[in-house]
């Protein structure tokens, strides 16, 4: 079955430095998004990418963060410089317009 | 903004037994609305949805009820697995199918008793 896939699983960083998390969503979806959970608290959304540009964000993606489609397969999402409160579990998940499918998550820890 | 909410955190229920999962929205934009169960460490899995214009959806053992002027939607799952427990997270959409933002609830931890 097919399935999101995400890369790294963990990624430990210092406070300013940039990280980039990689997802690779099922093949024939169209609609891709990044949500992430804080420890202790609800998944929220974070942005929805919709061909080849953003079609929705939160306020939580400010500046500092941004979405590409590099190629074919791969979605990532990007932040600049971390700040402490990014630590959280990062979910990228893909639609084929009606059920969004996560992945496993990348647990991001900024120190 | 709690716009969708799960006010039970946790539930125990007896293998065999029906578990019942509730969740309540205040956002009357929202039009459809799913089901997820997660495991520590994973990633959330779609479970079953319904759309606004249904009022019961039935997928094997599970089937979801949503009262829309209530703004009240219910898992159900029969007969309970120990397999099932897990967290289930409510998530809420505006648009006509799942392909916009989802809203979710703080999960409810269901335990299945052997």
């Known amino acids: 079955e097919p399935e999101v896939t995400q890369t790294p699983s963990h990624q430990v960083t210092q406070m300013g430095q940039e990280v980039i998390l990689r997802c690779v969503p099922i093949?024939?979806?169209?609609?891709f998004y990044w949500y992430r959970q804080i420890l202790g608290q609800k998944v929220e959304f974070l942005v929805s990418?919709?061909?080849?540009?953003?079609?929705?964000k939160s306020e939580i993606f400010d500046d500092q963060f941004s979405v590409e489609r590099p190629d074919g397969s791969n979605f990532t999402l990007k932040i600049r410089s971390t700040k402490l409160e990014d630590s959280a579990m990062y979910f990228c998940a893909s639609s084929d317009e009606a059920t969004q499918y996560f992945g496993p998550g990348t647990r991001l820890l900024v120190l | 903004d709690q716009q969708v909410k799960q006010n039970s955190p946790s539930l125990s229920v007896q293998e065999g037994r029906i578990s019942i999962l509730n969740c309540d929205y205040t956002?009357?934009?929202?039009?459809?609305f799913l089901w997820y169960k997660k495991y520590p460490a994973e990633g959330p899995t779609f479970l079953i949805s319904i759309s606004s214009i249904k009022d019961k959806n039935e997928d094997g053992r599970f089937t979801v009820f949503l009262n829309k002027s209530a703004k009240h939607l219910s898992l159900h799952i029969v007969p309970s697995q120990p397999g099932d427990s897990a967290v289930y997270f409510c998530a809420a959409s505006e648009g006509d199918f799942g392909n916009e933002k989802l809203t979710f609830g703080t999960g409810t931890r269901l335990t299945i008793i052997p």
């Open positions: 093949s024939n979806h169209l609609y």
């Open positions: 990418f919709y061909n080849n540009e953003i079609s929705e």
């Open positions: 956002n009357s934009m929202f039009d459809y």
